[in-house]
């Protein structure tokens, strides 16, 4: 099967630093990627969707500059929150989609910041 | 606008007792209609896509159905094993892959 891998799985940084989460798709090439946010208890909000070599596509109300999006690669996105603060604590999750339109999921990052 | 909706939010059920979880979902055209399943502190879990009314695809103690207006996934004689949050997306025509989601069914199975 599809495997992703999500790197860190756990975090926690100061207030006012930037973190980067990898995300790698092991076994298929992801043309697209995607980010998404879930707090307690809640279903997944998507943050972003990104493809190969272009800039990401944000979703409404999602800041660009905040959470900054590279798919550098058909393997390889990275998710990084610049300037984190405490409200950016959450469970960030990536998942890829190849040639069928299957996103399969990383195991997620529990981001803290102190 | 693109809309799911689980039912019932949580359901606790015995060992060998089996239901239906249900995904009401309004769409501008469905593509596809997926069920993950997200054990706590993970991420989901692919089960099953369905595209078209009609369609039913099956996994051991799951099989998922399709109408053109809601899914159910049923659940045979469950183990505690298969306690976990059961999650229905659709994926609209032209949507270039993007997936709305459901707030999630959160099954317990107790022993």
């Known amino acids: 099967g599809a495997v992703v891998s999500q790197h860190p799985s756990w975090v926690i940084c100061k207030s006012g630093t930037s973190v980067k989460i990898e995300c790698r798709s092991l076994?298929?090439?992801?043309?697209?990627m995607f980010w998404y946010r879930q707090f307690p208890k809640q279903s997944l909000m998507l943050m972003a969707t990104s493809n190969e070599g272009s800039k990401a596509t944000y979703e409404q109300g999602v800041e660009k500059d905040k959470f900054l999006i590279n798919h550098a690669s058909l393997t390889l996105s990275t998710l990084t929150v610049t300037s984190a603060h405490p409200e950016d604590s959450s469970f960030y999750i990536c998942s890829a989609a190849g040639s069928s339109n299957i996103q399969y999921f990383g195991a997620g990052t529990r981001l803290s910041v102190l | 606008e693109d809309q799911v909706t689980q039912s019932p939010e949580a359901l606790r059920l015995q060992e060998g007792e089996s239901s239906s979880l249900n995904c009401s979902y309004t769409?501008?055209?469905?593509?596809?209609l997926f069920w993950y399943r997200q054990d706590p502190g993970k991420g989901p879990e692919f089960l099953f896509t369905?595209?078209?009314a009609g369609e039913e695809k099956e996994k051991e103690r799951l099989k998922a159905t399709l109408t053109k207006k809601e899914s159910f996934l049923h659940i045979t004689a469950p183990k505690p094993e298969d306690s976990a949050t059961y999650l229905c997306a659709v994926q609209a025509r032209g949507a270039t892959n993007k997936l709305i989601f459901g707030t999630g069914t959160l099954l317990a199975v107790q022993p």
């Open positions: 076994d298929f090439q992801a043309t697209t």
């Open positions: 769409v501008s055209g469905l593509r596809g």
């Open positions: 369905l595209y078209s």
